[in-house]
């Protein structure tokens, strides 16, 4: 389901695509598409309160990795923000739990934006 790319980062394959490009723009002249508010990749940590993201990958060591993934923050899962005030713990909801993290802990979890 879930492949491992590099020290300890895992992506979902069907929900990444590399460098946004689609397989008919590889290689054309056009500049690469630009991130929107909407589908955006980001860190869990630059959503805002009541924002709702898809997990599409996760960094950091094993321990990271083996905790994050027992707190249901594996790719696919979709986590909404509750509480964020741009410092001290991120307050999330994955799968009905609401979970309290660190910023380096939200920062190491990236997210596809749902738009609103």
């Known amino acids: 389901m879930s492949r491992k790319?590099?020290?300890g980062q895992y992506r979902?394959?069907?929900?990444?695509?590399?460098?946004?490009t689609s397989p008919q723009q590889v290689g054309d002249s056009a500049p690469a598409?630009?991130?929107?508010?909407?589908?955006?990749?980001?860190s869990l940590s630059a959503l805002h309160p009541?924002?709702?993201?898809?997990?599409?990958?996760l960094a950091?060591?094993?321990g990271l990795l083996g905790r994050m993934t027992s707190l249901g923050f594996?790719?696919?899962?979709?986590?909404?923000?509750?509480?964020n005030y741009g410092r001290g713990p991120l307050i999330a909801r994955v799968r009905g739990a609401r979970i309290a993290l660190g910023r380096g802990e939200a920062g190491g979890v990236k997210v596809?934006?749902?738009p609103v």
Do not use: H
């Open 74 to 83: 594996t790719p696919g899962a979709e986590v909404t923000v509750v509480q």
């Open 60 to 62: 950091g060591g094993r």
């Open 112 to 114: 596809r934006r749902r």
């Open 5 to 7: 790319f590099g020290r």
């Open 33 to 42: 598409p630009t991130a929107t508010s909407n589908g955006e990749n980001v």
């Open 50 to 57: 009541g924002e709702t993201g898809v997990v599409v990958e």
């Open 12 to 20: 979902s394959p069907e929900l990444v695509r590399v460098s946004g």
